[in-house]
């Protein structure tokens, strides 16, 4: 499985938009590109999955550059219950039952 | 309709005891995969099961093990009992087979919170 780099931790005030970039080079040509969202004392929630281009949903929108070797999870105008740690997953098809985390993001949104 | 539910949510042993998780995945769900959650270590696979047969297995010792049940509910046991064993455990459902082709998502439980004493 593809190994991804994301920042350990990062700061935003309320209201502003968070752009978290997760960089995986070795990914594969098959592999789909994943965020979850875990707040303390909870599982993992699925926050958004793409492969190419750009996808959006009602909570964030998700870039992936053309060469598919990074990309960038954007929460807009983020509150206080954004608060949580974020994590960047790379895999293929049939990789949901045997997800691999790394130390994700931890993101702290401040009034 | 109901998510993953995951009992008990937390649970107090003494070391050399063993213990047991119980993990009802969502339903539809045929696939049920526990994780173990800890400050150094953090997220780690342990198991996947499909149609009451393991599929995967992540690097834990074989004091960690589980079963999945015809009706895909999975329990998951811990023999022996280290202190190091004291963790958050979650359990995941997720389709096998998605209609859209691709990945699919994992659904998460709360967890199981273990403390070894």
């Known amino acids: 499985l593809a190994k991804t780099t994301q920042p350990i931790s990062m700061d935003s005030y309320e209201g502003q938009e968070v752009n978290i970039t997760c960089s995986h080079n070795?990914?594969?040509?098959?592999?789909?590109i994943t965020w979850y969202q875990q707040f303390p004392s909870q599982g993992p929630r699925f926050i958004i999955q793409?492969?190419?281009t750009k996808v959006t949903n009602e909570v964030a929108s998700l870039f992936i550059p053309a060469d598919r070797k990074s990309s960038t999870l954007s929460l807009p105008r983020v509150s206080l219950s954004d608060t949580a740690v974020y994590y960047c997953?790379?895999?293929?098809?049939?990789?949901?039952?045997?997800?691999?985390f790394g130390t994700g993001t931890r993101l702290q949104v401040t009034l | 309709k109901a998510g993953v539910t995951q009992t008990p949510r937390y649970l107090i042993k003494t070391r050399g005891q063993q213990v047991t998780l119980s993990c009802s995945p969502i339903?539809?769900?045929?696939?049920v995969s526990w994780y173990q959650q800890t400050p150094g270590q953090g997220l780690q696979f342990l198991f996947e099961?499909?149609?009451?047969?393991?599929?995967n297995k992540g690097n834990f010792p074989g004091r960690f093990s589980g079963r999945q049940f015809s009706n895909s509910r999975s329990e998951m046991n811990v023999s022996t009992l280290e202190l190091g064993d004291s963790a958050l455990y979650l359990c995941?459902?997720?389709?096998?087979?998605?209609?859209?082709?691709?990945?699919?998502?994992?659904?998460f439980g709360q967890g199981t919170r273990l403390t070894v004493v």
């Open positions: 995941a459902s997720s389709l096998v087979f998605p209609p859209s082709g691709g990945d699919t998502e994992a659904f």
């Open positions: 070795n990914i594969a040509t098959n592999d789909y």
């Open positions: 793409g492969y190419k």
């Open positions: 997953l790379v895999g293929g098809a049939g990789t949901a039952s045997k997800l691999t």
């Open positions: 339903s539809g769900h045929r696939s």
């Open positions: 099961y499909f149609s009451e047969t393991q599929r």
